[in-house]
């Protein structure tokens, strides 16, 4: 009999909040985390906005002398994780430490203490680099900060799999329960790529949006005068747990993770195929390892970039895994408020889709004003919205080609 996995504690760090409960009511209330970008001198750059994190004190998370160890995703990854193991009311015994992992994907890492040390290094040479230099900076210390921080001596790994990276994060920790590898997991993504090799980049490709002039409005999913994602960055971490060890404990369960898909799309470096072809196929696999129907599907959390590509395609490929159910199942973009988060979002998005389920409310797409002809479903357009909610989906689809898709059902007992 497969095991049954169960979701018992979300933390959410993001643009619009600190903390879950924050972050959640903030996105019911269709509030924009978007800003003029604070963290470093926008002089000559097309894009100088972004969702940053706001009044963020990592001295509540994280001592003094580790600070200078550690880069802020992995910061953001150590408060997050501290709010879903509160809300779980998780505390790791020597009986559950070893039966208990972490996997925290993360897409870039440090850029943060990247850019920092190489300009110690221009300036003054190499002695002035930190010996801190790595573990701050390399993606899987997010994961192993938080396991010290916990005692969790589980599986502990990371993926590294650009905007996917914590759906698969998520994903992979819900197979590790499934075959009885763990009995828990603490797991999602961060990321803090705010800096000027991050948004000078994505700019330079012209993925990231320049409406520079009103930041609230700025990312705007599947409408049609969207012109470019907006960066963001913070945390969304989860726990997971085998049913019959969170039922023993007496823990609140949020949720059920029934489905977990993978595909690749084998098509270009950056843009998605222009017949869905991965993201159909990943949620027919997600659909396929829950034994559900599509019709049984009530949300979709979309990858909702707010890029003329990706919006349209993954509307075409909603259409072609739901068919006629498509036209009255509603998808919204939580990205219209929180920014993009690069391989942090599919963690926060996941978080989001659990606390949909849990309050039976759908967060809406902010900015939706023009809708584009191509993009004609259910946007659940500038308000949250009251809905009935037995399963719910959410999609990522990163760089490479790399499409995760994940699957929650309402948990009844």
């Given at each position: 009999?497969?095991?049954?996995?169960?979701?018992?504690?979300?933390?959410?760090?993001?643009?619009?909040?600190?903390?879950?409960?924050?972050?959640?009511?903030?996105?019911?209330?269709?509030?924009?985390?978007?800003?003029?970008?604070?963290?470093?001198?926008?002089?000559?750059?097309?894009?100088t906005?972004?969702?940053?994190?706001?009044?963020?004190?990592?001295?509540?998370?994280?001592?003094?002398?580790?600070?200078?160890?550690?880069?802020l995703?992995?910061?953001?990854?150590?408060?997050?994780s501290?709010?879903?193991?509160?809300?779980?009311?998780?505390?790791?015994?020597?009986?559950?430490?070893d039966?208990?992992?972490?996997?925290?994907?993360?897409?870039?890492?440090?850029?943060?203490?990247?850019?920092?040390?190489?300009?110690a290094?221009?300036?003054?040479g190499?002695?002035?680099?930190?010996?801190?230099?790595?573990?701050?900076?390399?993606?899987?210390?997010?994961?192993?900060?938080?396991?010290?921080?916990?005692?969790?001596?589980g599986?502990?790994?990371?993926?590294?799999?650009?905007?996917?990276?914590?759906?698969?994060?998520?994903?992979?920790?819900?197979?590790?329960?499934?075959?009885?590898?763990a009995?828990?997991?603490?797991?999602?993504?961060?990321?803090?790529?705010?800096?000027?090799?991050?948004?000078?980049?994505?700019?330079?490709?012209?993925?990231?949006?320049?409406?520079?002039?009103?930041?609230?409005?700025?990312?705007?999913?599947?409408?049609?005068?969207?012109?470019?994602?907006?960066?963001?960055?913070?945390?969304?971490?989860?726990?997971?747990?085998?049913?019959?060890?969170?039922?023993?404990?007496?823990?609140?369960?949020?949720?059920?993770?029934?489905?977990?898909?993978?595909?690749?799309?084998?098509?270009?470096i950056?843009?998605?195929?222009?017949?869905?072809?991965?993201?159909?196929?990943?949620?027919?696999?997600?659909?396929?390892?829950?034994?559900?129907l599509p019709?049984?599907?009530?949300?979709?959390?979309?990858?909702?970039?707010?890029?003329?590509y990706?919006?349209?395609?993954?509307?075409?490929?909603?259409?072609?895994?739901?068919?006629?159910?498509?036209a009255?199942?509603?998808?919204?973009?939580?990205?219209?408020m929180?920014?993009?988060?690069?391989?942090?979002?599919?963690?926060?998005?996941a978080g989001?889709?659990?606390?949909?389920?849990?309050?039976?409310?759908?967060?809406?797409?902010?900015?939706?004003e023009?809708?584009?002809?191509?993009c004609?479903?259910?946007?659940?357009?500038?308000?949250s919205?009251?809905?009935?909610?037995?399963?719910a989906?959410?999609?990522?689809?990163?760089?490479?080609?790399?499409?995760?898709?994940?699957?929650?059902?309402?948990?009844?007992?």
């Amino acid at each position: 009999m497969t095991r049954r996995v169960v979701v018992t504690g979300v933390g959410l760090v993001s643009a619009v909040g600190v903390g879950t409960e924050e972050t959640w009511q903030n996105l019911l209330a269709g509030k924009s985390g978007v800003a003029p970008i604070t963290h470093f001198d926008t002089t000559g750059f097309s894009a100088t906005i972004a969702a940053e994190v706001k009044g963020f004190d990592p001295l509540q998370y994280v001592e003094k002398k580790d600070l200078k160890k550690m880069g802020l995703f992995i910061q953001f990854a150590l408060a997050a994780s501290q709010f879903a193991m509160e809300q779980a009311q998780l505390k790791l015994t020597p009986q559950l430490a070893d039966r208990t992992g972490v996997y925290i994907g993360s897409g870039i890492g440090g850029f943060d203490v990247i850019e920092r040390e190489h300009t110690a290094l221009m300036h003054g040479g190499p002695r002035k680099i930190s010996p801190f230099f790595i573990p701050a900076a390399i993606v899987n210390l997010a994961a192993g900060f938080v396991s010290i921080r916990w005692g969790a001596k589980g599986p502990n790994s990371a993926t590294c799999t650009a905007c996917s990276s914590s759906t698969h994060a998520v994903g992979d920790s819900f197979k590790l329960i499934q075959r009885c590898a763990a009995d828990a997991m603490i797991c999602g993504g961060a990321e803090a790529a705010i800096t000027p090799m991050g948004v000078g980049g994505f700019a330079a490709m012209r993925a990231l949006s320049t409406h520079n002039h009103e930041p609230a409005k700025a990312s705007r999913p599947f409408d049609r005068d969207r012109d470019g994602f907006v960066i963001g960055e913070g945390a969304g971490i989860l726990i997971l747990e085998e049913l019959g060890s969170a039922l023993k404990r007496g823990a609140p369960i949020l949720a059920e993770v029934v489905g977990y898909g993978m595909s690749g799309d084998a098509f270009h470096i950056t843009a998605p195929a222009e017949d869905a072809d991965g993201a159909v196929r990943v949620m027919q696999n997600t659909l396929a390892d829950a034994n559900i129907l599509p019709e049984q599907v009530g949300y979709i959390n979309a990858h909702g970039t707010s890029t003329p590509y990706n919006d349209r395609m993954e509307t075409l490929a909603i259409k072609k895994v739901f068919g006629t159910h498509a036209a009255k199942l509603p998808v919204s973009s939580t990205k219209s408020m929180t920014g993009h988060l690069l391989g942090g979002a599919g963690g926060l998005e996941a978080g989001i889709t659990v606390l949909a389920l849990r309050d039976q409310i759908l967060p809406p797409t902010i900015n939706l004003e023009n809708p584009d002809p191509e993009c004609d479903l259910d946007y659940v357009p500038n308000q949250s919205r009251r809905a009935p909610l037995e399963y719910a989906m959410s999609n990522s689809f990163g760089f490479g080609g790399t499409n995760a898709a994940l699957l929650f059902k309402r948990y009844q007992g």
